[in-house]
């Protein structure tokens, strides 16, 4: 399968997960679009979705598939999201799309988090992929500072603005040994929304999507 087609397996494994008149918890990006495509052939079994970004909730809408409001929601069974690395820890790194805060909060209220991604995000140690932190506006300079200071290399992601109005920084050159202690640090610093460090929440299940197939691996933790 071409790393495409892996996306859209995965996508449409997660429909396994989805229990008639459930709330579904849903995330951003390419593999999560083939998840929406799937959610919409038994959209009259959903009785609605809680979406992390305005461009998954155009989607949702697009397809017939009623958005509701976080804040109306106590609490619902699954959310799923892909991921850029995944480590075997089902530690996460999230955010290249910029809508990391939305999909922490909606992951933070889901009983289960299941990650859907093509086998290239599986990864031994976090860090390839540039940590992508949220924050504002005024405070960007002085959070490179501090990122810099935590052995990364910051770069502001010119010409983004989040859903939430806000500036991303992307810390490269980082090899991330403890990712529950480095996002409490991160989130510690002052100006920082979040980072996309999925560590102290991780996933509870990973869909993996293989030439072989989908790959079904589930959290020890």
């Known amino acids: 399968m ?14 396994a997960y989805v229990q008639p008149g459930c709330i579904v918890g849903v995330g951003t990006g390419s593999t999560v679009n083939h998840f929406i495509d799937a959610l919409a052939t038994i959209k009259d079994q959903v009785k609605a979705a809680v979406s992390s970004s305005v461009a998954s909730t155009e989607r949702l809408q697009a397809l017939g598939i009623p958005v509701v409001d976080l804040n109306d929601v106590d609490s619902f069974d699954i959310y799923v999201d892909g991921a850029d690395e995944i480590n075997h820890q089902m530690e996460m790194i ?12 909606v992951a933070a209220v889901a009983k289960k988090f299941i990650c859907i991604a093509d086998n290239s995000k599986l990864v031994k140690t976090l860090g390839s992929f540039p940590l992508p932190v949220e924050v504002i506006p005024m405070a960007r300079n002085y959070v490179s500072k501090e990122l810099a200071a935590l052995g990364g290399t910051p770069v502001y992601r010119a010409g983004v603005v989040t859903d939430n109005g806000n500036d991303i920084i992307d810390v490269h050159d980082l090899k991330i040994e403890n990712a529950v202690d480095l996002e409490k640090r991160i989130n510690n610093i002052v100006g920082v929304v979040t980072v996309g460090l999925f560590a102290n929440r991780g996933a509870d299940v990973l869909l993996l999507g293989a030439p072989d197939g989908v790959q079904t691996i589930e959290s020890t933790r």
Do not use: F, N, P, S
């Open 2 to 15: 071409t790393q495409d087609e892996m996306k859209k397996a995965v996508g449409w494994a997660a429909l």
């Open 94 to 105: 999230k955010g290249g799309g910029a809508a990391l805060t939305r999909e922490k909060i």
